[in-house]
């Protein structure tokens, strides 16, 4: 018999054929091969796990994904001691002038040097950490990028870019002598794009348009004062709620601006309080002008503590903030009333109102995160990365809840915030897809439903 | 009632207009690109600074001459440019120079002012 007349035999061909289906239905159940990261997923890891040889900080963490990566003291609250955050509690070499823990635990405040190096017992900053959503929105201007609370926080050719040089200079040494190589590596140019691609990837990639068609009263009320250019005046240097300058005013290049608001002039300010060492803070620059540029108010509801030494609590305090003397006495006050003839001066009630705006604008973004974050974790095929993306969506969910209900608004909506939040909770303990399916199905139903209450469609 | 609205709106922006071109344009930050080691600057070195070796420096008129791959330029130093000795190479934290450190020969990296290229921003210098 010859190899081609066995082959022809039917009965000799029976367990190839066999073997030919099995081997095809086995092809056929292999998962579908992991697509390679994007750039950005690679800038997540680094930003969350790469040490650069340092102290134990990575960038996630101060930039916690879980408290819109910035860090409030509730947060704080609830780390272990041994958390790299604490380092110079643990690391005698970081003892002396490298944080302050008082202020660390009680405000979310952190050492900057902006000014120097040469006298780290006098010369330094205590700053707050500034969240990095919306960064795609925020930090282009006409003199090119504005990065951290005064606009020149990254060294370099200060872009997003080389930001991640100066924050591990800084913050994750292992030592304030600050030695390339022994206390710290620095970042390759690759990393550098990675955690750039990252960092633009998070939360609001566009501007909003207002006025939105917003449902609630109050809230609306607050978005006519906020546009108001003769009441509430915040749309010049806030342009739709967002960090730049209102390109009718400035020009339609003028992108993210510096001001000097007098902020530092605000009396009983927390950190001052408590009686620890907290020199002046000159803003941008060396020596610093007192300016810090403008943040953007659609995430300002759910980032508080508020201005770049986290000096008022509340939302409701930081927009009573522009009545006070401190602003109105400020360069930028000054400017205001002459130009617009009159200091900002807004009553209680309309307060409030410019507030609960923020509030609501806030919620639409968190929900709007929310939805993004829930179809991202149903591409995803890698079930910890699923899960990852589920979490924070209800991050994003619950922070939607507490911005509304801390305001006394939209009760509705709270409450199918509420089930959203129960839902993607449930979600993340199913260990059956079917069931996961359905409460994410149910988290997505009431999220949409949420925003119904907030804004017409 | 349109007009005022107008007059204010023409007002603010001529006003905030004179504060923005009276702001600074210069927005890295100056403190930590001293621990930077000579050559990598990111988005500087390579790119916009000259790295070379020092020809000479006139202390009377603040002239400072390079010798680069494309040839020698000359920089102007004042009392506002920087000066790091770059001391990496030998594991120990940089120092704050002075003008009496841009001796001929020593290899050296320069960023200019972005708006005066002939002005010296800051300069490393390599450690003896």
Redesign the interface.
Known sequence: MTWSTRWTSRRDRLPIVCLGLVITLAACKQPPAPRPPTLAEIGEEIFLTETFDGNGRTCGTCHRPEDNFGLTPAFIATLPADDPLFVAETNPDLARNFENPRLMRELALIVE??????DLENDFNMRGIPHTLALRTSID?R??????WS?????????L??FA??AV??HFTLTT??????DFR?PT?EE?DALEAFQLSLGRQQELALPLALKGTVARRGQEIFLD??LGKCN?CHFNAGAN?NP????AD?GN???NTGVEDLPDQPAQLTGEKVPPDDG???PG?G?FNTPTLVEAADTGPFFHNNSIETVEGSVAFYNGDAFTNS?AGQ??I????SAINLDATQVVAVAAFLRVINALENIRAGLELIERAADSTASHRRATLLMRAGHETEDALQVLAGGGLHPLAVAALQKAFTQLQDALGQSKAKRRDSNVDAAIAALEQARAELIDA | MAYLIFDRMQRLRCWLLVLLLAAPTVAAQQTTERFIPIGQSPGISGQLSMMGTVHAFDASSGNLQVDGRDGRKTYRVTAQTRIWIDRSATRQASLVGDRGDLASGRLVEVMHRRDDPQLADWIKLEAN
């Open positions: 040097n902006q000014d120097g190096f040469d201007s003199d090119g990028p504005r990065t951290g606009g020149d926080g990254s060294p370099g050719d200060g872009s870019r080389s040089v100066g200079i800084q002598n600050r030695i390339p190589g022994v620095l140019d550098l250019n003769g010049a300058g009718l005013i400035f020009g003028a601006l510096n001001f941008f620059g060396v002008n300016e360069p400017l205001l002459n130009a617009t003839g």
